[in-house]
Nanobody
Framework: QVQLVESGGGLVQAGASLRLSCAVS????????MAWFRQAPGKEREFVAA????????YYADSVKGRCTISRDNAKNTVYLQMNMLKPEDTAVYYC?????????????????????WGQGTQVTVSS
């Protein structure tokens, strides 16, 4: 099996930066596409960013484009989400997700239903 553990969340002021990390353990060779999703209180889980296995292709939600960067270090079995110029509306629990299947179409990156493994989440709170 695959285990994902997020870290790096916290309470910050608007305009600050955070770097979230997702450590992958278990059958790490089974992880291909990876992504970050977030869920705010009373709202649906939404896509934030995704990355291909090689790291060549990245995808971002319009709400974070230009402020966030997703990256991965396969040698360290870790995926990162660098978040800059944070806004109060970024407040949410951030989840790391992994897709095990090697078959990936572009649309798959954006859909939570296409991922097989999920972490427990890390809280990000941005105060004004």
């Amino acid at each position: 099996q695959v285990q994902l553990v997020e870290s790096g969340g916290g309470l910050v002021q608007a305009g600050a930066s955070l770097r979230l990390s997702c450590a992958v353990s278990g059958r790490t060779f089974s992880t291909n596409a990876m992504a970050w999703f977030r869920q705010a209180p009373g709202k649906e889980r939404e896509f934030v960013a995704a990355i291909s296995y090689s790291g060549v292709s990245t995808y971002y939600a319009d709400s974070v484009k230009g402020r966030c960067t997703i990256s991965r270090d396969n040698a360290k079995n870790t995926v990162y989400l660098q978040m800059n110029m944070l806004k109060p509306e970024d407040t949410a629990v951030y989840y790391c997700a992994a897709r095990s299947d090697t078959t990936v179409f572009v649309s798959y990156y954006y859909s939570s239903t296409r991922y097989d493994y999920w972490g427990q989440g890390t809280q990000v709170t941005v105060s004004s």
